[in-house]
Every structure is written in C-alpha cells, then in structure tokens.
C-alpha cells in the first residue's frame, strides 16, 4: 500500500496536467480563430496547439529542445495567418502561465524564443510582400511602357493607314464616294467624277449635295439600297447614267463605318465601271445561244423556248428541215457558198413565219427548226409545208450561179400543255428522216404508229455492237441443194446465215443483221468477221459456202484484202468461196462493185449478185464479168414479172449463170 499511493497519485496529475493543458489550448485557438480574417482549420490549430503545449510544459522536455519548440510556435503563428498586434503578447501570457512551476530561467528562455520566432518569421513575411510588390510595380511599369509603344505603333499605323487611304482614294481606278449620316457627299474621287462625267471641281468640294454628284435615278437606287443593306456592307450591279446618257454598268458596294461606340460615322460607296466586262458577258452570252453564222437562236437556245411554250395552253407546230444539196454546193462552189446558202435559208424561213408567233433556229450543220405557238389563223401543216417549199425554191444566186434549194421536212402539231420538249423534238426529226427516204424535198407529218414501230426497230439496232462484242450473233449453216433433175436434192453448198437471238425482240435474220449494220458503220467489222468463220466452216466440212454480203460491205474497197486474209487463214480454196455482192450497191458504187468483181474473179473466188431484180444494168454486170450465179429469194407477186423471170432463168442458165433461190427455174434452193 505504501509503494502504490505515489504512483497513484503521479498518474492523477499527470491526468490533471493534460486537462489543463486542453483546456488552455481551447481557450487559445479560440482567441487565435476569433480574430483571423481567413478561413482556417479549428481542429488543426486545437491540435497544434496541444502539441506545443504538452512539449513546453513537461519539465522532462530537455531545454534545448523546448527553446527551439518555442521558435517553431512562433514562426506557426506567423505562417498561419495569426499576425495581428495581440497575438504575440497573448502568445507570452498564456505560455507564461503555463510554465509557472517550471524555473524562471527556463521559461524566460521559452518565452523569448517563442518571440524570437514570431519576429522572424513576421520579418521574413514582410520582406516577401516587399519584394512581392517591387515585382508588381516593375511588371506594372513594363505593361505601362509596352502600352506606350503599342499606342506609338498604333499611332503611326493609323497615319500610315490614312495616308495609304488618301492616296489610294486620289489614285484609285474605282470610283469612292464617302457620305456623312444624313447622305450627303462629303468627299468623291476623280476617278467616280469622270465615270459620271461631272466636272473635276465636283470631287474638291465638301459637302456636295448628292443631286450634283448623281442623276436623280441614280440617287434613288443608292439611298434604296443604304435603306435595305441588311448589314454593315452590300453589294450590287447598277446601270449609272454615264457621260452624254450612255449606259455605265458598274458593280457597287456600299459600306457603313461605324464611331466607337457603334454609331454610324459615314459611309462609302465604291463603283467599279464594269461595261466592258457587260457588253463582253452579253455578246458571249448571245454567242453562246446564237448561231454564229445565221445569228439565229441554236439548239441550247432552243430547248428552253420550246419548253416554255408547252407549258401554256394551246397547241404548237413544229418542224424540222433537213437542206439538201448543202455538202454539194460546199464541194462545187466553195464553203464561202454554202454558207452564204444556209444564211439565205435562215432569213427566207423566218420571213415565212413572219406574221406567227414563231421561233426559227439552226440546230445543226444544216438542219433547222421552226416552232409556231398555234393561232386561229396559223395554216394547215400542208399549207405551211408549201409556203416553205416556195420560199425556199425561188434560185439563190451564189457565186454568179443560180443555185436551186430544197428541203426534207417532218411536222409535229400537238397540245403544248404536258409535252416533253426533247420527246417532241425527236418526233419531228423521226418523221423528217422517215419522209427523206422517200426522196429529196419530201415533207411528212408524225405518225405515232409509224414512229412506234421506228423506234423498237432503233432500238434494236443500237444494241447490235454490244451484241457482236459479246458473241451474240451466230451464223446458221444452210444447205445449198439442187433443184430438179436427176440431181435433185443434191447438196451443192452451205449458206452462211447470220442469226441474233434477241432476248426482248426474238430472232433477228441474216438481211436485218447486214442493213443494220450498213446503218451502224459495222458492216467492215461484221463481214471480216463472217468472212473468217464461213472459210473455216467451209474447209473443215470440204464443201463451197455462200456468202452474202450487205450493200456497204460489197462496195467496200477493201474487200478483196479481208477475203484473201480470210481464205489464207483458213486455207480453203478460192473456187469454194461463193461470195454474192448486193445489187442495192450497183446504183451508188458501181465503179467499186466493178474493181471488187474483177479482183476476186482474179483470185478465183466464185461470185454471185443477190437481191436480183432481172433490171438491165444487173443483166449487163451478169454478162460482163462472167458471175457464177445470181440470188432471187422472193419471187415477185405479179404473174408478168414472175413469166418475165422465168423467160431470163433459161437465158441465164445459157449463159453459164446458176439460178439460186425460189425464183421459177433456179438451179440451186437453200433449205431452211
């Protein structure tokens, strides 16, 4: 019991002791936090606190160790904020009173330190805001010097700006007005005055009322556009009445200059004189839709006009005409001939329609058109297509020669309102190109049965090359057999038969294949191509094969080249080649006919004339180059041509020359 009553009674105060210093460390971050401006932590000052105070105040701290703790509360105090003028007095008093019991030396050793920090660290403190502020005022006094460079600069820029602006406005090539707020002229250049032919006095006086400067018009239109200017800048192309009246074409650009606080000060208008431009754009507009030659409107003027009129009510007329003998009278009296011709025709047409609403264009080297809105009083097709006939048959004299014109023309009349221009147009030419096959000078008037049936025909017609590139056309082998006789139905020959299975039309025979490609521009590549498949059908089979060739392909110059290409090729000998020529070749190429006849016979090839009509000059080409046959596949309708046929197959027969075909008396049929 005696030994445990210490102990107990050290462990009570030391319980004490930690009260007291809570407690005088509450009291204290009380105050401290009471008077601090800035937000701090209270439970971290609490905390501070107690810990200092639990140091300084236990007399087992070594006193080095509480001195130098002491300094640190000092500079805390400093570094948290709590500067103010009682905060260091405050600080003395409560340590004061904490370390009563412990020896004087020791706590005016503390207290001094706890001083000594405090004045240290609110020294260095100062030196910092010191420093801190000459810093500031240096950057400070850096921004003000750098400001006043920058106003020097924007000084002298604005100068030079103005000087660049007096003298661009005095020299410039663009005429410049600058007017105050209520519109009046304060200033104009030379170059506006000249444009407007005003005298040079107007551009030096300030303050020139508008009226002087701008025609009243003119005026109008500026002040219009300031009042619509949906910004602060527009621009525009005005028509200025220039010197003695004339039209001045100028691009204008108005401005609106505003103070700065956002008002306006004045404004500008600058006028750049763009007539040349004007009158250039317009002409090469009007070229650009005219025919040069003529000076009539051309096909990308016309479309839109036709379109136009088949968007009203009524109906129109519309012609295309096709001049005949153009290229001859190019040939024969030169093109300075044919062009004068076509420009004849331009003005005889248009005096023609003269009293219609009418449009008259050259849509073509020598093809025109002319579209008649209708009236009560426009003529019947038949009466319009005579007054163009007449009109266009009174001789042209050209060259000092009377030259003679005539057209080919196909009329279309229909209700305008929902047509389609290219549509009609097509139709017109349709029926122009369906009435010249008729003959020159014919006219026609659209057929819409006829130009359905055209136009499937066309359409097949123009996927032939696709066809022939893709291997679609084959050629069918014939028997050639003899007719009558003991020899009857003996096999004489193979005929090459072209066939094009068409997947939307069906089959397209041997003679549509041949005109088809005529039309097309084909028949060289179709016939070398026949040519080289018949040869070697033929020497593989032993047997001699019949060609027919189109008319194009018969007065083709070069055709005794692809044969003898073709029989080297396929090593079948000339006399097995049965090559028949079209008679249809004879009216337009007889000279050629002729040479391609002599050559082959040369060659030894076999030739034939198919299409044989019995005319005389078929009958003089039989005779004259010894052929070996002539073809006849449809024997005419009319008993006096069929007895006349049946009269010449003896004759021709006589005379060495096979009848092939379903003509009475021929020798050789091909079996289908």
Known sequence: MTDS??????????????????EVAERWAGELLAGSRAPVDGSAVRARLAHHLCLLTDPATPPQDA???????????????????????????????????????????????????????????????QEEVRGGLEDVRDELEAVREELDGTRRELNDSQARFRRLFSSSALGVAIFDPAVAVVEANSALVRMLGRGEEAAENPGLAPEELFEPADLAALRA?????????????????????????????LTLVRDS???????????????????????LRHQALHDVLT?????????????????????????????????????????????????????????????????????????????????????????????IDAELSEPVYLAGHGVGVSAGMGFVRTSAKGADAMSLLRQAHSTLRRAESGGKGQWGIYDAGQDARDRTRLSLMATMPGALENGEIAIDYRPVER????????????????????????????????????????????????????????ALERLPVLVRLSVDQSRDPDLAAVV??????????PSALWLSLAAGSLPDGLDVVEDNLTTLADMGVRRLLHGFT??????????????????????????????ALALVAPLLRAAGVLVVGAAPGADLAVRW
């Open 261 to 283: 606080s956002g008002e306006p000060r004045s404004r500008v208008a600058v006028v750049e004189d763009v007539t040349e431009q004007r009158v250039l754009r317009d002409y």
């Open 295 to 387: 000076g009539l409107p051309n096909r990308q003027s016309f479309l839109p006009r036709l379109e136009r009129a088949l968007n009203r009510p009524g109906s129109v007329t519309l012609c295309y005409l096709d001049v005949d003998s153009v290229a001859i009278v190019n040939d024969g009296l030169g093109y300075e001939a044919g062009d004068e011709l076509l420009r004849v025709v331009a003005q005889r047409l248009t005096a023609v329609v003269e009293g219609e609403d009418a449009t008259v264009a050259r849509i073509g080297g020598d093809e025109f058109v002319v579209l008649i809105e209708d009236s009560p009083g426009t003529p019947s097709i038949s009466a319009l297509a005579e007054a």
């Open 67 to 129: 001195v130098r703790d002491a300094a640190e509360v000092g500079r805390w105090l400093v570094s948290a904020g709590f500067t103010g003028s009682a905060v260091l007095g405050r600080a003395v008093e409560v340590l004061g009173t904490a370390l009563a019991g412990l020896p004087a030396e020791r706590v005016a050793a503390v207290l001094g330190a706890v001083a000594e920090g405090f004045a240290e660290a609110v020294e260095r403190r100062l030196v910092a805001e």
């Open 5 to 22: 009553a210490p102990a107990a009674r050290a462990s009570g105060d030391a319980s004490a002791a930690d009260v007291a210093r809570a």
């Open 564 to 573: 003898a290409e073709a029989l080297r090729a396929s090593g079948l000998a």
């Open 483 to 538: 007719v009558g006789g003991p020899a009857a139905g003996e096999r004489a020959a193979v005929a090459a038969r072209l066939r094009w299975d068409e997947a939307e039309f069906g089959v397209v025979g041997h003679e549509d294949c041949l005109a088809f490609a005529d039309v097309l521009g084909l028949s060289g590549q179709l016939g070398h191509w026949l040519l080289d498949e018949a040869c070697s059908f033929a």
């Open 225 to 253: 556009a300031w009042t619509a200017m949906p910004g602060d800048s527009t621009r525009f192309e005005h028509c200025f009445a220039g010197p003695q009246g004339d039209p001045l074409w100028t691009n204008v650009t």
């Open 614 to 643: 019995c005319a005389l000059p078929e009958l003089s080409l039989v005779q004259r180059h010894g052929l070996h046959g002539v073809e006849s596949d449809v024997p005419p309708e009319e008993p006096l041509a069929r007895e």
